[in-house]
């Protein structure tokens, strides 16, 4: 279980897919690397590195 701090986060984590039950790698894409690259920088760069988009825009 994961904890939360508030009810938006309870009803998005709901609709949270585990990877482990996706099935299916950026290495199963034949293809398409500059697709993939601007998929990993988008979604996944700031998932593991939250400290480069702290200053945004978005953040305000």
Known sequence: DV???NEFEKRLLADVIPPS???VTFD???ALENVKDTLKELVMLPLRRPELFCKGQLTK
């Open 21 to 23: 039950d996706i099935g």
């Open 28 to 30: 199963d894409i034949g």
């Open 3 to 5: 904890a939360t701090e």
